[in-house]
DNA sequence: AGCCGATCTGAGCGGAACTTGAGGATCACG
DNA sequence: CGTGATCCTCAAGTTCCGCTCAGATCGGCT
């Protein structure tokens, strides 16, 4: 059974390789993002059957990682880190994480969970994932429409003028703009944005919806979707991952 | 969205009951292992999606429930508890769950690893208990007949052409287009497309018919069937294992 | 403490979405 | 071929939901 590993720790992937390999799966290590998903295109061999992708990762942020991985397969992914704070967890899993494990971490349990997502099995995927940087996703500062995001410096410009938010303002953006085109519902956002469990009274999401649209003064970017939550219009008129050809996997 | 909780503290349950209702989930609530069993045997009724174990019951082993329910089904489990020892997390996960989650927890989480393994979907094991329509809820677009309907985003398009559709007729169609060919119930579709179980008495459920028939301009492609319920006509061949007589299972 | 920006809440408005009812069309069955 | 049940369409109501504004509250900073 095939393992894809990504953890840039040579002695901690070291360990875990060993480990793993007397439990009969058979490990490759990547040592980034990049190298990860490189490894997860498709390639005639056997698919990996699960990946274990740690958070701390140099070029790219794991989160990232996880949603690339999972916009162009149905792979089981668990999230091993030392980020245990409930924000992190929560977002991890709502990127399509399958487990999401903190260290330090019992081997006999991490094994179990592994064997716990395997035998699920992988997902049906009708994304092709063709070529390469077709799928226009979050690269170092999120850029779309004259929007630029700087994540790290929590810093937004709109055709360079520079545009300051307040901090709901920016993670409100900054959730939707991680994958324009996709709605956002409101209790997602709510336990994303907001601390979790916290049920939106009052109006609250509105407006500072409404305020980000003023500041942003680019009618038509941030759309309602009635009864279900938000979502940011992406400039492309590609929405959506290619009809792809209906060639079904099997056979 | 069927959930099935088993806890026997009554006060726990009508919290998370109240919480997930409010999340969408429809939730049928066990008091024991029994019950859960029951609940859980086939009876024409949409299946549910997911399973909620608390271990702590009365009448017979938490554990034991989980492995019975995995015998005959192949529903994703959380088990949710107050058991943080290791040995009973390997244990618990080895017989099946797919998740295992130590009171006290986190609302959020527990609703976004809810969330996880319910887009993963039932398992195709099962041992096939004449469980026919267990669909696991597909990844990706969804397609059929030029229909491409994309869950995340909420659109839906036909050849090509993009088609604008309300709440109520999105969600209606995503559900029988979850199976096509499948004859879904009034019953069934109100549980699901209207939440907590309220019987339409007007002509609610044939006017979102109409207009989503009108918006798709499809003919024929949304059937009706008398005195049941309404199922998409699949392109390719007709599968016709539908009895379909007036379901006895009712209670 | 006092200030000031950020966040939250409540009320009112307008429009979209949903529901209802009636009449006509269609179907199953005797 | 008639009849009742079921479904479809149209045209109203009615409810729900998002937007905005204005004021209250929170929280960090000096």
Request: aromatic content about 4%; some cysteine; overall charge neutral.
């Amino acid at each position: 059974m095939r393992l894809l590993l990504v953890e840039d720790d040579e002695r901690v992937a070291a360990a875990l390789v060993a480990v793993l390999g007397r439990h009969g799966f058979q490990v490759r290590h990547a040592r980034s993002g990049h190298e990860a998903l490189d490894a997860l295109v498709p390639d005639g061999n056997e698919p990996y059957r699960v990946v274990l992708l740690d958070l701390g990762l140099p070029d790219r942020d794991g989160f990232e990682v996880c949603s690339r991985i999972r916009a162009g397969s149905g792979v089981p992914v668990i999230m091993v880190t030392a980020r245990a704070d409930i924000r992190s967890r929560i977002h991890g899993l709502n990127l399509g994480a399958d487990d999401y494990v903190t260290k330090p971490y019992d081997m006999g349990e991490l094994l179990a969970r592994i064997h716990a997502v395997a035998r699920r099995g992988t997902a049906p995927t009708a994304v092709a994932v063709s070529a390469p940087d077709t799928v226009p996703q979050q690269r170092g500062p999120l850029e779309s429409r004259g929007i630029r995001i700087d994540r790290e410096r929590r810093r937004v410009s709109v055709d360079g003028r520079d545009v300051p938010l307040t901090r709901k303002e920016f993670d409100l953006l900054a959730l939707l703009a991680q994958s324009p085109g996709v709605v956002y519902r409101r209790e997602q956002i709510f336990s994303e944005v907001w601390r979790s469990g916290w049920e939106g009274n009052g109006r609250t999401l509105e407006v500072h919806i409404g305020s980000l649209r003023n500041k942003l003064a680019l009618p038509g970017l941030v759309e309602a979707v009635r009864g279900v939550g938000y979502r940011l219009i992406p400039d492309s008129p590609a929405p959506a991952p290619e009809p792809a050809p209906p060639a079904p996997a099997e056979r």
